[in-house]
């Protein structure tokens, strides 16, 4: 069996300049495709307790994630369709496309951002591979998400067409208003439909068109028709229907959003009146929409979304593109769900093909793809330990320890209580705060219950100054947010609230203990 080859191709550097084209041509390459992989360069990522940590559950692991896409700033979107040819040999055709974004109000309307927070090291990594930061901030295409979109629509107010609407009744005033207005319209498309064979010259053609009372939207004829109702409008509306097909109403809207004339636009021929009508629609979009158009592009394709980092990659751009992220991990992938129907992670793709779940480590996994599948790979992954599933009810947070490594406090803690004595590992979260993991069940809610109670067999853990909490109590740090502070700082915040009577009560969950985060979207798709 042959190897696929890959067809090299360089990726379209996309702005707002050939934004328009690029769209056309990836919404072409989005038909065709099999799947779509897409990345995101951002101004920075969490630090610290902060970013995803092995005691992390789904929920924690969102919550983190959900902080960072409303802190962090999308600068570039990568978005690659990839064609698999069944040729000989087997060919993998990518068409990759790197879309400069920018948060640009252009609509001065205070969206979609006035500031969002940046990283220096990120920023330096960003220059230092050649991120053109010039053409992202005068070039980069602007953007909205959906929500904010319709708030825009709103307050920006434009001309647009309203569908004719039946009157339920009319009065004398309304047969005047109505005869008057369509005499006017009639007289003035009379000019236009009927022109004098007659070659008048430049100057009588303009006069004429004074007198008529004719303006002009973009190349077409057209007349302004005050109104100071949105029943005047109808009426406008409906004197319009009964003169002919090649007349458009747009209703013209003031500041505030109410109607204020309609402007009737002659066209030449019904393909030029379905020009228009494209065109104002296209017009509309394209002031509104931006960006968020390939977000579009990629949704309606119901294609598969590949990505390395999904809950980071995806909780931005649902932030970004979409809505505000909802408050729980739940909310997010049912709302998810309506935008990408299927969503692959590749950190979980050796767990989902059996011979791979006995694998011991990624390399492993990567080798035997290697010669199963014949697919040459190159891709550069840190290193990880097993991911090994275990209960929160057996993690105890840690502090106080003064600065002492993960070696130091694993030998120092046998020495102040016999519990330390049993099997135990030990994970240092930040500078200031460790994971303590039991083997066995019951160990670490025993340990929490004496710490409670304050047992005197404890005397020489609390005179060292050191304290411990339940996940719990991280749980709720999480919740509510507190990642201004150090983690030692934000548990003993809320430890004090967290009463004993909970200990028992509280809500285990499973989580990968000495690994990376490795959630599957695909367990959490389900609504």
């Not at 042959?2 to 379209?12: D, I, L, T, W």
């Not at 041509?25 to 897409?38: M, P, Q």
């Not at 307050?155 to 067409?161: A, M, S, W």
């Not at 330990?385 to 046998?414: M, Q």
Request: hydrophobic share 40%; net charge neutral.
């Amino acid at each position: 069996m042959a190897a696929p080859r890959a067809a090299a191709a360089s990726a379209k550097q996309v702005t707002r300049r050939n934004f328009a084209e690029a769209a056309r041509e990836l919404g072409a390459h989005l038909e065709s495709c099999d799947y779509v992989a897409v990345a995101a360069q951002k101004t920075g990522a969490p630090t610290g307790w902060r970013r995803a940590l092995p005691v992390d559950t789904a929920e924690t692991a969102y919550l983190k994630a959900k902080v960072a896409a409303e802190s962090f700033q999308p600068l570039q979107i990568a978005v690659c369709p990839f064609l698999l040819r069944n040729s000989s040999p087997s060919t993998l055709v990518a068409y990759p496309y790197n879309f400069h974004i920018f948060p640009r109000d252009e609509l001065q309307l205070g969206m979609p951002s006035y500031s969002f927070y940046c990283q220096s090291s990120y920023l330096s990594t960003m220059a230092n591979a050649g991120f053109d930061f010039n053409m992202c901030i005068y070039d980069g295409i602007s953007y909205l998400s959906r929500v904010q979109e319709s708030f825009a629509r709103q307050k920006i107010c434009t001309p647009h067409v309203r569908p004719l609407l039946p009157l339920q009744s009319t009065s004398v005033a309304d047969s005047v208003f109505k005869s008057r207005i369509k005499s006017r319209i009639m007289h003035w498309r009379k000019g236009y439909a009927e022109p004098n064979k007659k070659d008048d010259g430049s100057l009588v053609s303009s006069l004429s068109r004074l007198i008529l009372g004719g303006e002009t939207y973009g190349s077409r004829p057209s007349i302004s028709i005050d109104v100071c109702s949105d029943h005047q409008v109808q009426l406008v509306l409906e004197a319009v229907n009964h003169i002919s097909d090649d007349l458009v109403p747009l209703v013209v809207p003031d500041k505030v959003g109410a109607a204020r004339a309609v402007c009737v636009i002659f066209t030449s021929s019904k393909e030029d009146k379905n020009l228009l009508l494209m065109d104002i629609q296209q017009s509309e979009e394209e002031k509104f929409c931006g960006f968020r158009e390939v977000i579009d592009l990629l949704s309606s394709s119901q294609k598969p979304i590949v990505s390395y980092n999904c809950l980071n990659d995806l909780t931005m751009m649902h932030s970004k593109f979409v809505a505000p992220l909802p408050p729980n991990m739940h909310e997010f992938m049912c709302s998810l769900k309506m935008v990408f129907s299927s969503v692959v992670d590749v950190s979980h793709l050796w767990r989902q093909i059996g011979p791979l779940r006995k694998a011991k480590n990624i390399q492993a996994a990567l080798s035997y793809l290697q010669r199963q599948y014949f697919v040459p790979m190159e891709i550069k992954i840190p290193e990880q330990d097993t991911a090994k599933v275990v209960s929160t009810e057996n993690i105890v947070f840690l502090w106080g320890f003064r600065g002492k490594s993960v070696k130091e406090l694993k030998s120092y803690l046998p020495g102040l209580h016999q519990i330390f004595s049993e099997d135990f590992e030990v994970k240092l979260l930040d500078k200031t705060c460790s994971a303590l993991l039991f083997r066995n069940s019951g160990t670490a809610m025993q340990l929490l219950k004496e710490i409670s109670s304050e047992s005197p067999s404890l005397n020489n853990f609390f005179s060292e100054g050191l304290k411990a909490a339940g996940f719990e109590v991280y749980r709720k740090v999480c919740r509510l947010g507190l990642w201004d502070s150090e983690l030692a700082e934000a548990l003993e915040r809320v430890s004090a609230e967290v009463a004993a009577s909970t200990l028992s009560e509280c809500n285990s969950s499973q989580i990968y203990w000495n690994s990376s985060l490795m959630l599957d979207l695909k367990e959490y798709l389900e609504c």
